[in-house]
């Protein structure tokens, strides 16, 4: 990443604190760990995109079979984490208007929590506190083509 889209992405992050300082009722430590559950949803599937174009790559070819399915297993061995359907980024930024974004993103969550025990009971559960456009423009924000395979702690140090 250049310097350059640093300093946008820093901006558009910006953005999204006056807007949650500006547009709700809820107090910075309200609000501060579903926002880091966010990041972690965008992280976790730039790693899930990165890990899966990887694996497939590596799988072999039968020529009759083809390759076969990629598994959650494939993922631990790339040392990402598998995300259920529901729980993909561009699943949830692609919801259209109406839903209940806030529902969608406790159980994208939930079914996380699912599929590794260690996280659960660890993840924000509490997106219904947002009121939903706050929290559709909240994933707007994330939603820039700027995180897009971004890896690692690009964004973090800026919160």
């Known amino acids: 990443m250049t310097g350059e889209q640093l300093r946008q992405l820093e901006t558009k992050l910006w953005t999204a604190a006056d807007q949650l300082r500006a547009n709700s009722k809820l107090t910075a430590s309200e609000y501060s760990f579903p926002v880091l559950g966010l990041i972690f949803l965008r992280h976790a599937f730039n790693r899930y995109k990165n890990a899966e174009a990887q694996i497939v790559e590596a799988l072999p070819v039968h020529p009759q079979r083809g ?16 995300l259920p ?6 699943y949830i930024a692609e919801l259209p208007e109406g839903e209940d974004i806030g529902e969608v993103i406790d159980e994208a969550m939930r079914s996380i929590e699912r599929e590794y025990e260690v996280l659960q009971g660890v993840l924000p559960k509490n997106y219904s506190i947002f009121e939903k456009q706050l929290l559709q423009k909240l994933v707007r924000i994330f939603n820039t083509e700027m995180l897009d395979g971004v890896t690692g702690d690009v964004f973090l140090p800026h919160l």
């Open 67 to 82: 390759r076969r399915a990629v598994t959650k297993d494939d993922f631990l061995e790339a040392k990402s984490i598998f």
């Open 85 to 90: 359907d529901n729980a993909k980024w561009d």
